[in-house]
């Protein structure tokens, strides 16, 4: 490999995505840290590197026993945010709330020393919500991965009128280096390019769903046979989990707080939130 464009890294966050961002990064040579608030929620992290492990054994090109395992047992785990900030560049994946994230950043702009980016993960904010908490406006950007990263591997780089081009040339080539294929946007975009195409077809699946019209399977099969997609909206869904949608559309309007309201009450109120859980609109085995 190349010199590493940011040898330290950390991710802040250590939920569904967060704990993928990290493993990829791990097992592609870099030093790594996640941190998380507490020790229950890192106790979680070990256990989900542990079960990314299995899966890319099963389903990633040359990952072998030794090295996937060597992953997900090397990644340091910390609640000391002050530890966490000691990085060349560190990627914030917390939950979708505008004040938690502007609250982290404005702590991490007193802890990390000068060398550091920032990357965010957010899916439905833009950088310019977070860059005044920063410190860093030329060295802040975004950096978003989807989920099942080591199968949907775009990475969608995204900064704000203050970012410095170097530094975004910077994580590109880092995105790279991670095996990331990196998609580069001029301006700042609500959704990316990624949700920007995804959201709207799969709102237009639950709309049909939720009107009455015809039942998810039955959607799911229509799209599939249509178009040759390997998976339609409800499939789609469910390895998101239904709570990212939930929280997209009750903040929309009227059409879209409806469909929010269907999921809560026909599915996240029921327990059903997507394959994670075991079911959501189809039910799982493993």
Same mark, same amino acid.
């Given at each position: ?37 507490? @020790? ?8 989900? &590197? ?7 054994? !099963? ?25 966490? @900030? ?12 505008? *004040? ?11 802890? @990390? ?14 950088? %310019?919500?977070?860059?005044?908490? #920063? ?9 978003? /991965?989807?989920?099942?990263?080591? !199968? &949907? ?8 009128? !203050? ?10 080539? /880092? ?19 990624? $949700?920007?195409?995804?959201?709207? /077809?799969?709102? %237009? ?12 399977? @039955?959607?799911? *099969?229509?799209?599939?046979?249509? #178009? ?5 909206? &409800? ?13 997209? *559309?009750? $903040?929309?309007?009227?059409?879209? !707080? ?6 809560? #009450? ?10 994670? %859980? ?9």
């Amino acid at each position: 490999m190349t010199d590493k464009t940011f040898p330290k890294v950390t991710v802040l966050g250590t939920g569904v995505l967060g704990s993928q961002i990290a493993y990829q990064t791990k097992i592609r040579g870099f030093d790594v840290t996640a941190y998380d608030i507490n @020790a229950e929620a890192l106790a979680k992290a070990r256990t989900r &590197f542990v079960g990314l492990a299995k899966i890319y054994q !099963q389903e990633v090109k040359g990952a072998d026993t030794a090295n996937t395992e060597a992953a997900a047992t090397g990644i340091q785990l910390t609640d000391d945010l002050a530890v966490a @900030a000691d990085a060349d560049l560190i990627i914030e994946a917390v939950p979708e709330i505008l *004040a938690v994230k502007r609250d982290i950043y404005t702590k991490l702009a007193t802890l @990390a020393p000068e060398r550091t980016v920032f990357a965010t993960n957010s899916s439905t904010l833009l950088p %310019s919500d977070l860059v005044d908490a #920063t410190g860093r406006g030329d060295r802040f950007l975004a950096l978003h /991965f989807a989920n099942r990263i080591w !199968q &949907f591997n775009t990475a969608e780089i995204m900064g704000t009128p !203050q970012t410095d081009p170097k530094v975004f040339q910077r994580v590109v080539e /880092f995105a790279k280096q991670i095996g990331m294929v990196p998609i580069e946007l001029h301006k700042e975009k609500a959704g990316y390019v990624l $949700n920007s195409l995804l959201v709207p /077809f799969l709102n %237009s699946g639950m709309a049909l769903a939720a009107g009455g019209y015809a039942e998810p399977a @039955a959607i799911d *099969a229509t799209w599939r046979i249509a #178009t040759g997609s390997p998976s339609g909206p &409800f499939q789609i869904l469910d390895v998101v989990g239904l709570t990212t949608p939930y929280n997209i *559309a009750k $903040n929309g309007d009227a059409a879209h !707080q409806k469909l929010a309201e269907w999921l809560k #009450t026909n599915y996240i109120d029921k327990g059903k939130l997507g394959r994670a %859980s075991g079911e959501g609109f189809y039910k799982y085995n493993d």
